[in-house]
């Protein structure tokens, strides 16, 4: 009953002193693998690395097209070109002259890194923790166990240097191999660093880059580095908008690389190490994860222009403000849906996506299938944010295989029938709820290069009737099938019903649905389909080794530019003795010509020609069941301000406000306490007890009371024979 007069609710998981806190409270589901720039690549990870890592560049936060914007740089860079005789060339150059592009990258003065021991210095400035000893190491159980920090200001030298950390033996970056086709001398940057890092002493974990230069990468001044690429490459600008690029300090790879922290998980991919307006205060994976503000941070500003509508939105009331709003975000682990949803309904963690169970009591539909909050949602103030997802979750065939895959026409026409078969517009109905729309190629809305209407419907699927794409009936997948040579599914080389195999991560009660429905898909044309689920590492093993046969995958942009979804199709970079991103290893001579055309192109009707071309063929060859992009749904409290939808920056958080007071009072009003059960419980315990009480009285005061003829004071005490008192 005590607890009834605070000011919480009973039920609030976090403490009272946190009430009026500027403070955005969110979960995550699984613990990030990598926050070391060099090697995070996953989005769940960039929910952190983004926030600490600042890149020279960003994306505004309001201005759609997306738009590059300088974060730590003074400016956009802008690219100089030059022949192979090193004279420089003008800027409208054609590509095959241009075989290199230059950028001179300019940093702002005065940026210093967040709190970390790798900078504390003793009191005549040298380093304190730099070489620590077995009973140092014996002393500390997390970072905070290191009694000091120092901090220090951003160079170029830390740009220069978390370049070559891609190309590091040790830590495997996943754009080592897309990079070294890029970055002059870095794939030979990576071959002579994995000549010394096997002639380093055991135990030595710290290969010192600066003893090694990198002639696609240089310090020019303080605050000025250079970027050297191997002929015209415009996708560059995108990349340094990405944590990849972002700024490491010698010192921190120094400080981490001692023998004994790695063993307690103090290392960079644990604790990262920023300029950005976050830190990570606390990593423990199995209960939260807590980002703090960077006392150090170097004080940007929220935004005071945006998009047409950006005003009315209320998405300008912060204009000019500094940055960050919110002191703290704290992250939840949360694996199931159905907790974090009612957590979300009753206040406690400020915004939620909508899961299956949860979508019919969040959102209805109208007349013209417009998305709308139920009447519910409403009454709480609760607010509905939709964008479709510059992501395309497909289904692939590896072109490895040889039933599904090769130049056949045989192979071709049952990936054509196939891919008519697998009907996504059901799969969006039944499984997303709506939230998606089938794709018709690899790039998604949104990305230059696709094409709305008639013109970007994939003819091999898709029928254009009465204004829209219809898919083609299930009778014409039947006579695709039987032309490949599979008659009513019968392989007519020897007569064995046709048997597929669909590899997949998906696995458990929670994906039998899913699975069944894939099952039931190719049961139309008389194919059995067998499901091969495994762990998501042997997954990811299969598709390295091309064992896969058909298997479902996605992709999230990059950078939104076309050649960022195109070269997931594009033969040298295939999974399979390549390491790349094509998952299907689909390679044709003429696609991957025009790729290499198409991908140092400006936008322009030139370049969309190609990409027309392109997708004629990937049409005709269907190395993919296309799939569908996902359309993004989330919910905000009202309370959550500047929330406006960028799919391409990951570093958002910093420009979210919270009104504190409001959510308080708001999880008071949803939390309330039913009493009347706890009370209908007492008095009928009162009630059921009430007689055995009576019963029980009643049997002691007659096992106490006198015996008529004695009186309390024993026997004889009141003797009127006697005449004398006992």
């Known amino acids: 009953m005590l607890a009834a007069c605070g000011d919480s609710s009973w039920n609030n998981p976090y403490p009272p002193a946190e009430r009026g806190a500027k403070t955005l409270y969110t979960a995550f589901s699984e613990r990030p693998k990598h926050l070391d720039p060099a090697r995070s690549y996953s989005s769940n990870e960039a929910v952190f690395t983004a926030q600490v890592y600042e890149p020279p560049l960003q994306y505004h936060f309001l201005q759609r097209p997306y738009q590059l914007i300088p974060l730590t740089a003074t400016e956009v860079p802008t690219p100089h070109f030059y022949n192979s005789k090193g004279e420089r060339l003008p800027r409208d150059a054609r590509p095959q002259d241009i075989a290199y592009s230059v950028y001179d990258i300019h940093i702002q003065p005065g940026i210093r890194y967040q709190p970390h021991p790798a900078f504390a210095q003793d009191e005549q400035g040298r380093p304190l923790y730099q070489q620590l000893g077995p009973q140092d190491i014996a002393q500390v159980r997390k970072l905070s166990d290191f009694a000091k920090t120092g901090t220090r200001e951003l160079t170029a030298a830390d740009y220069v240097y978390q370049i070559k950390r891609l190309a590091h033996p040790k830590l495997h970056s996943p754009i080592l191999g897309l990079m070294g086709d890029y970055i002059v001398g870095l794939k030979e940057y990576a071959a002579t660093l994995g000549k010394a890092a096997k002639k380093q002493a055991a135990g030595n974990g710290y290969l010192d880059l600066d003893r090694y230069p990198l002639e696609g990468a240089q310090v020019l001044d303080r605050y000025t580095y250079r970027v050297k690429i191997r002929g015209k490459y415009p996708q560059f600008v995108y990349w340094l908008a990405m944590p990849f690029f972002g700024p490491v300090p010698a010192e921190a790879e120094r400080f981490y690389s001692q023998t004994g922290l790695a063993e307690r998980n103090i290392t960079l991919d644990w604790y990262p190490v920023g300029t950005g307006p976050y830190m990570l205060a606390v990593n423990d994976p199995n209960q939260r994860m807590v980002l703090q503000r960077n006392p150090n941070f170097h004080g940007e500003r929220y935004p005071s222009q945006g998009e047409p509508g950006d005003e009315s939105a209320g998405l300008l009331g912060d204009a000019g403000k500094p940055l960050p709003l919110v002191d703290t975000v704290v992250f939840s682990l949360e694996k199931e849906n159905v907790p974090y949803w009612n957590k979300f309904l009753q206040g406690y963690f400020d ?108 003819p091999a699927v898709y029928n254009w009737a009465d204004g829209k794409a219809q898919r083609k009936p299930i009778e014409d997948a039947r006579k695709l099938l039987a032309e490949a040579g599979y008659p009513n599914g019968v392989d007519e080389k020897n007569g064995k019903p046709l048997v597929l195999y669909f590899d997949t991560a998906a696995s458990g009660p929670d994906s039998k649905a899913l699975l069944d429905w894939h099952i039931k898909q190719l049961q139309k044309i008389n194919i059995q389909l067998v499901i091969r689920s495994s762990d998501y590492n042997r997954f990811q093993d299969k598709m390295a080794k091309g064992s896969a046969q058909i298997f479902e995958w996605g992709w999230n942009a990059d950078y939104p530019d076309p050649e960022n979804f195109l070269f997931l199709l594009y033969g040298p970079n295939k999974k399979v003795g390549k390491e790349g991103e094509n998952a299907a290893n689909y390679e044709n001579p003429e696609f991957d010509q025009l790729f290499e055309q198409m991908k140092d192109m400006d936008n322009g009707p030139a370049r969309q020609a190609v990409i027309d071309r392109m997708l004629a063929i990937v049409w005709q060859d269907a190395p993919w069941v296309w799939g569908f992009h996902p359309k993004d749904f989330s919910l905000q409290h009202a309370w959550v301000y500047n929330v406006k939808p960028n799919l391409m920056a990951n570093n958002t958080t910093k420009y979210r406000r919270v009104d504190p007071e409001q959510r308080a009072e708001k999880r008071r009003e949803w939390n309330q306490p039913v009493l009347w059960p706890l009370a209908l419980l007492l008095g009928g315990l009162v009630v059921a007890i009430t007689p055995a009480v009576v019963a029980y009285r009643r049997r002691e005061k007659a096992a106490v009371s006198p015996h008529p003829n004695l009186l309390p004071g024993g026997e004889g005490a009141n003797d009127s024979t006697s005449g004398r008192r006992g």
């Open 351 to 458: 915004a939620s996506g909508i899961s299956s169970d949860s979508f019919d009591q969040a959102v209805q539909f109208g007349a013209g299938w417009e998305a709308t909050l139920t009447d519910d949602m409403r009454t709480k103030g609760i607010n509905l944010v939709t964008a479709v997802a510059t992501s395309i979750h497909y289904m692939g065939f590896n072109m490895l295989d040889p039933v599904v895959g090769g130049n056949s026409e045989r192979a071709r026409k049952l990936r054509q029938a196939v891919s008519i078969a697998i009907d996504y517009e059901e799969y969006i109905s039944i499984f997303r709820n709506g939230r998606g729309i089938p794709a018709q190629g690899p790039i998604p809305p949104g990305i230059f290069g696709y094409v709305e209407g008639k013109g970007g419907v994939d």
